[in-house]
């Protein structure tokens, strides 16, 4: 039987609950990065990725220096239980290798978090040009089928997961000159209730509307009145602790923070 690392045994014996693996994509800022560091703080290891290669390398050593274990190794530089990579999520061969790596390093995810996200600029859907419709479709659709599609096989072997989309009130709502912003978010939506409906028993996928949080996607959208909402750090500690209590039950749910 496997024993449990010094660091695990201490969480175990201090009621700490387990510690999980979670996969979140969009962790260069806003709220990936703000629940990313907050789910580290836990103890729980985070696989993250985003297309910013400084933010991204940024993010490694502050994710192990908030990291309970952080000191616990007596090795001089013990290595990372976080694994941050810079990957665009519209690259369904980029999403390919990244997968490859995790199963490859047997870091498979108990939790995915679809975060990664954009928004067209303002405007009326015959000003938006095409390719910023696409980038918007590409990212918020296209990005989270690309990482089920590589990552469900491998948590399919493990018969256990939780899918967690990030949709919006803009998911379940609609208001002008964002479009391309909703289409893309209703449609998470639906594909989140339709997997649901796909996924063996042991897993879940729910779609989360994140609330209204101050991120540089909220200032695209409502200018400088963006200053008067939460921040992501501020928001982070209440969608860690939702995340981690989903369980099967919340299949198909489309819950908001
Ligand atoms: N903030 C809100 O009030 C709010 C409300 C409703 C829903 N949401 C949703 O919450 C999620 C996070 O939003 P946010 O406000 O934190 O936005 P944000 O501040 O603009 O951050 C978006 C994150 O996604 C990453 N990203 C964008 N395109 C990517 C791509 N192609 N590949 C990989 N990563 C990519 C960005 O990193 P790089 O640019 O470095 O790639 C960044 O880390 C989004 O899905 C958004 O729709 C937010």
């Known amino acids: 039987m496997p024993t449990a690392t010094p660091a695990v045994a201490a969480g175990i014996k201090g009621g700490m609950p387990p510690s999980k693996t979670v996969l979140v994509t969009g962790v260069s800022r806003?709220?990936?990065?703000?629940?990313?560091?907050?789910?580290?703080?836990?103890?729980?290891?985070?696989?993250?990725?985003?297309?910013?290669?400084?933010?991204?390398?940024?993010?490694?050593?502050?994710?192990?220096?908030?990291?309970?274990?952080a000191s616990s190794s007596s090795s001089a530089s013990p290595p990372s239980k976080h694994l941050i990579t810079h990957l665009d999520v519209r690259s369904d061969s980029a999403v390919r290798e990244l997968a490859k790596l995790i199963a490859e390093s047997r870091r498979v995810p108990d939790i995915i978090v679809n975060n990664a996200g954009t928004i067209n600029k303002n405007n009326k859907i015959w000003q938006v040009p095409a390719e910023e419709f696409d980038i918007v479709i590409d990212t918020n659709i296209k990005g989270i089928a690309n990482v089920l599609r590589h990552f469900m096989p491998l948590m399919i072997e493990k018969k256990h997961g939780i899918i967690v989309n990030m949709s919006s009130g803009w998911g379940r709502s609609a208001a002008a000159e964002v479009a391309p912003y909703c289409a893309s978010k209703w449609a998470v939506e639906g594909l989140t209730k339709s997997v649901a409906k796909e996924l063996p028993p042991g897993f879940a996928a729910v779609s989360l509307s994140p609330g209204v949080i101050n991120t540089d996607m909220l200032a695209s959208c409502f200018g400088s009145s963006a200053a008067l909402y939460q921040t992501p750090e501020t928001w982070a500690p209440t969608a860690a602790t939702m995340i981690l209590s989903l369980t099967v039950e919340d299949n198909g749910a489309s819950l908001t923070v």
């Open 30 to 69: 806003g709220l990936g990065r703000a629940l990313a560091l907050e789910l580290a703080k836990r103890g729980h290891a985070i696989i993250g990725c985003a297309r910013s290669v400084e933010k991204v390398q940024a993010l490694q050593s502050e994710l192990m220096a908030v990291s309970p274990d």
